[in-house]
């Protein structure tokens, strides 16, 4: 059985800013797991499967396959949010990138914690009745 610590995949390739962005995940209480590409994010998400609550993805990785990687996570796990976090040359994508399945479209410069913010948001599932 599934223990409720919320799961998180941070996809970025920026080496350096990827295990900053997944600590202050680990501070909040998540479990993190890393992707430098949009292959890796496929893989780790094939691997983990529903354990996986929420995908962070850099706005370059999602607008260079963001068809193919925002649709074939969707396959994989219905269920994830995926939030893109984008530069702000890339705003013009942002329609086609949530029209693809992605749940938040934030653009840089972006807090880290306000980004932890919304996904711990977006997680919270409303009591069913």
Do not use: W
Not at 7 to 19: G, H, K, M, R, S
Not at 28 to 55: N, R, W, Y
Not at 63 to 79: A, C, G, P, W
């Amino acid at each position: 059985m599934r223990d409720n610590t919320p799961n998180v995949i941070v996809c970025d390739d920026d080496a350096e800013l990827n295990p900053f962005i997944r600590n202050y995940f680990k501070l909040d209480g998540f479990e993190t797991h890393q992707a430098l590409s949009a292959q890796e994010c496929i893989d780790k998400l094939a691997e983990l499967g529903d354990a996986i609550d929420a995908i962070t993805v850099n706005g370059n990785i999602a607008s260079d396959r963001s068809v193919m990687l925002i649709l074939n996570v969707k396959r994989l796990n219905k269920k994830v949010k995926i939030f893109v976090l984008a530069d702000k040359g890339l705003a013009e994508d942002k329609t086609r990138i949530m029209d693809y399945g992605a749940d938040e479209f934030m653009t840089k410069p972006l807090s880290i914690e306000t980004l932890v913010n919304k996904v711990n948001s977006a997680l919270i599932q409303p009591i069913r009745q």
